[in-house]
């Protein structure tokens, strides 16, 4: 049995854990490690199940608390080289990782980490670098997309593929556009490489989800440009409008901002 948990999905502080019986993964480390165990000891969870950490990208709510959970964990990180870069260059990174634990990974390669099958696919973002990951355990697949600028051909592609996926619903345009965030700032999350709105995503869902999804997470929602409510309604608005039926057709699910959510059993 295969399990999702969220520990956070915001400005404020990503983390996601994927897990079998025997194995873990830990996907970003931008909530605090106090914070983590507290919320692992809460719902009977044991951090010594984590054997490996993967980064999406370099950007603070993403990885603040990486070189502790690894040196604590004493498990490797994988990122590309340069999200590696800009991790060791990020101050909100106190406590950098091991050189021995950083590992390399690339984009479009896959790797065998324990149970879990990884794939780093290119997702475009205002960092370094930014990946999301195509994660294959037996023949459960489950795909996790971030701090999406666009959807590119190839996230198409792999939304298509997936069982179960995470992705991005950050904020809802209208709200953007009218609320006090200075136009520098409004123009970068609405760009080509921002964040991607509840109704973009909806439409990427529209376009390319196929029998094969099962459940989607709404991910990274903004806490001032966005509501859990609305970016769920919006979305399920839009499937309906194409005939696709959330509960019928695949489940939905909002991911909270500064608390968990889960653990959901991907069969």
């Known amino acids: 049995m295969l399990k999702f948990f969220s520990f956070g999905s915001g400005s404020s502080g990503n983390c996601y854990l994927l897990f079998s019986p025997t194995d873990a993964l830990l996907i970003d480390a931008g909530v605090g490690v106090r914070t983590l165990k507290k919320q692992f000891s809460m719902y009977g969870l044991s951090m010594s199940k984590i ?4 980064i999406t990208h370099d950007h603070a709510d993403h990885v603040k608390s990486v070189g502790s959970l690894s040196r604590e964990l004493h498990v490797p990180v994988y990122a590309t080289k340069e999200v590696h870069r800009g991790i ?3 101050y909100c990174v106190r406590l950098k990782i091991d050189g021995a634990d950083a590992k390399n990974i690339e984009k479009n390669k896959t790797i065998q980490l324990g149970d879990f099958q990884v794939t780093p696919f290119y997702v475009p973002h205002d960092s370094n670098d930014n990946v999301g990951f195509f994660i294959t355990y037996d023949d459960v ?40 965030y200075p136009y520098y700032l409004k123009q970068r999350i609405s ?24 459940q989607v997470w709404l991910c990274h929602l903004s806490e001032e440009n966005n509501h859990p409510e609305l970016a769920r309604i919006t ?7 194409h005939g696709i039926i959330v509960g019928v057709d695949f489940k939905l699910d909002v991911l909270k901002r500064n608390n968990p959510t889960g653990p959901f059993e991907l069969i």
């Open 141 to 180: 697949k489950f795909c996790l997309m971030t701090d999406v600028g666009h959807v590119t051909d190839e996230m198409k592609e792999l939304i298509g593929r997936a069982n179960y996926l995470v992705i991005e619903a950050n904020h809802d345009v209208e709200m953007l556009l009218g609320g006090n």
């Open 235 to 241: 979305v399920e608005h839009t499937l309906r409008q």
């Open 88 to 90: 060791n260059n990020n």
């Open 191 to 214: 760009g080509a490489e921002g964040h991607l709105s509840n109704t973009d995503c909806a439409q990427a869902l529209v376009e390319n989800a196929t029998p094969s999804l099962r």
């Open 51 to 54: 054997h490996h950490i993967l």
